[in-house]
């Protein structure tokens, strides 16, 4: 059973850190792009940053660049999102997502159901 599973969030004030984990079963997650993705309350879901399958080249939104970075471990077979000088306007369910793909762009085929950030000012 492919199974996507999302952990780590939780409340921190801003400029703290939080390290997301999104463990798989079912597949190696190599073989896959992962990718990271948001939705604040009220907005639509945005993409965050990816790792691409094999070749783990990463790619960020504009707005998280230099502060947040996505990270592999296969022994895990878990992909990690590192927050550092987290803002309010983080806030959101981090959804983590699998494609059967080299890249994000081509649609997510696996979902994780979410974790809660929650950034106060």
């Known amino acids: 059973q492919v199974q996507l599973v999302e952990s780590g969030g939780g409340l921190v004030q801003a400029g703290g850190s939080l390290s997301l984990s999104c463990a798989a079963s079912?597949?190696?997650?190599?073989?896959?792009?992962i990718g990271w993705y948001r939705q604040a309350p009220g907005k639509e879901r945005e993409g965050v940053a990816c790792?691409?399958?094999?070749?783990?080249?990463?790619y960020y939104q504009e707005t998280v660049r230099g502060r947040f970075t996505i990270i592999r471990d296969n022994a895990k077979n878990t992909v990690f999102l590192q927050m550092s000088s987290l803002k309010p306007e983080d806030t959101a369910v981090y959804y983590c997502?699998?494609?059967?793909?080299?890249?994000?762009?081509?649609?997510?085929?696996?979902w994780g159901r979410g974790t809660l950030v929650n950034v106060s000012s």
């Open positions: 079912g597949f190696p997650l190599d073989d896959y792009a």
């Open positions: 997502a699998a494609a059967d793909h080299f890249s994000c762009q081509q649609g997510m085929d696996y």
């Open positions: 790792i691409t399958r094999h070749d783990p080249s990463t």
